[in-house]
């Protein structure tokens, strides 16, 4: 999909929403959002954020999803809006378009999630994977890595063990047992073509420019057909200085205790 420019001086508008900010969004996953932001205006992109909320109708345009994470009571809040939205949402994701879901999202992606009091909410499907609710909580900082963005470090804060279907790929594997989607396989988070899901709060994408950087490129070249920042010195100064923050962040995570 291709379409020219729509503003003079810009590289062009990018339209993000921000999926569930009333009720999906703990441990500062609206750092995700912020974060999209700032790199995309420094990269010469307009960004254009539409927070969506229960009721609230989509933007003309749709270039890139972003959602958080959530208690049980904020899921089951959601659920019906999301399962109105599910058909939209799975023609996003067959059209490439860029998402990212934390934790709750990320579990009603899913086949399904079976809470703690059992308590079956039917997920929409995109993500091939189920959660069930377990006693044992998996909690504090994690890396993991990715063939595709190196070490990803976040901080991880779930019950719900999640299990991935034959075949789907997950965002990154771990280390050590009791960590990741269920503390057993290895594994942590899912990437479905453009859509990632992931239990790192923390959040994210402050602390891992690839991946945004990732989001920002497939937004760009799935409306504009390529990626073509427009950056003036300052600008370039000023996103090494950002990923400078980032690189020490990664590393006070990465040092820091579970």
């Not at 990715?146 to 804060?157: P, V």
Request: net charge negative; with cysteine.
């Amino acid at each position: 999909m291709s379409e020219t420019n729509e503003t003079n001086g810009v590289a062009g508008v990018i339209d993000v929403v921000s999926l569930y900010p009333k009720d999906m969004n703990i441990y500062g996953d609206s750092g995700n959002v912020l974060t999209v932001a700032r790199r995309l205006a420094l990269y010469g992109y307009a960004p254009r954020i539409h927070e969506i909320n229960q009721g609230d109708p989509w933007p003309e345009r749709v270039d890139m999803i972003l959602g958080g994470g959530g208690q049980d009571t904020g899921q089951k809040k959601i659920i019906d809006d999301l399962f109105a939205r599910a058909d939209d949402l799975r023609r996003f994701a067959a059209d490439g378009v860029p998402m990212l879901m934390i934790c709750g999202l990320y579990q009603l992606f899913g086949h399904y999630f079976e809470t703690i009091d059992g308590t079956r909410l039917d997920g929409i499907g995109i993500i091939g994977a189920h959660t069930i609710g377990r006693d044992v909580r998996m909690i504090g900082n994690l890396v993991e890595h990715s063939a595709h963005f190196g070490d990803i470090i976040g901080y991880e804060n779930h019950s719900g063990q999640t299990f991935l279907d034959p075949g789907v790929e997950p965002l990154g594997r771990v280390d050590h047992d009791g960590t990741g989607n269920n503390g057993e396989d290895h594994t942590e988070g899912a990437r479905v073509n453009n859509v990632i899901g992931t239990y790192m709060h923390g959040s994210l994408l402050p602390k891992n420019p690839a991946i945004a950087d990732f989001l920002i490129r497939a937004a760009a070249e799935r409306r504009y057909g390529a990626f073509e920042p427009r950056q003036a010195k300052d600008r370039v100064a000023e996103l090494a200085r950002i990923d400078g923050i980032a690189a020490k962040a990664r590393a006070v995570a990465a040092g820091r205790p579970r």
